[in-house]
C-alpha cells in the first residue's frame, strides 16, 4: 500500500481507482444479469458508514423491480429518459426522509435533544434532509460501483413520483437510479472531459 500512495498519491490500487471512478461510467444499457436483493442490501451496509451531518441519515430508497411499479415509474420520467428506466434490471428512487428525525434517539446519542431541535425547524429540517440524502445518494453510486454494479442516475419528475410511491411515508424522491451488472453494461457517448484540480481548488 505505501508503494501505491508513493506511485499515484492514492491508498488504493489502480485497479481499484479505475473500477470507483476512472473507468467506470453512468451506463444507459445494461447486462443480461440480475441484480440481487443481496447485492443492493450488501452496497447500502457499506455505504450507510458514509459521514452525514449529526449522522442523520435521511436517505430512503425505493427498489422498482415489478412490471407494474417500473410502468408506473417510467410514467413519471421524462421522455428522453424513459427507456433508459423500461429496460434497466433495476431502478432506485432515491429519497429523504423528512421525518429523519423521529431516528435520532438511535442514530445521534451523542446529541442528546437533537430530536426536539428539528422538530422544531421545518426549514432547517428539509434543508438538512436534502443535503445529506443527496451526499449519501454520491456515496451509494460509488459503492453500487465497489460491488461490481453500474449505476445510471438520472432525474425523474419527482411531484408525480411522490405521489405515486410515496403518498403513505411522506418521502421526498431525489434521484433515480438505474442498476446493472457492470460487465455488460454500456454507455451511448464518449467519456466527456472533467475539470483539474487547479481549476477547481482555490488555495488560500
Ligand atoms: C444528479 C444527476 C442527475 C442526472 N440526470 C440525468 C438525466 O436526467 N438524464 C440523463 O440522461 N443523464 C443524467 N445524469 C447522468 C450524467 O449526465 C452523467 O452521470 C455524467 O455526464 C457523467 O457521465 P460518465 O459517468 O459516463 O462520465 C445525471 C447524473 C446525475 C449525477
Redesign the pocket.
Known sequence: MTETLEATGLAIDDATADRLFRTA??VTTYAELDVTEEQLAAVYDLIKWGPTSMNVSPLRMLVVRTPDARQRLVANM?E??QERVATAPVTLVLAYDPEFHERLDVLAPHLPGAREIFAGDDTARADAARTNALLQAGYLIVGLRAAGLAAG???GIYDGIDAEFFAENGWKGL?VVNVSVAEGAD?SRP??PRLGFDEVAQVA
Open positions: 461510467r453512468t421524462p428522453g429518459n442516475p438520472m432525474h434521484l454507455t467519456r466527456a
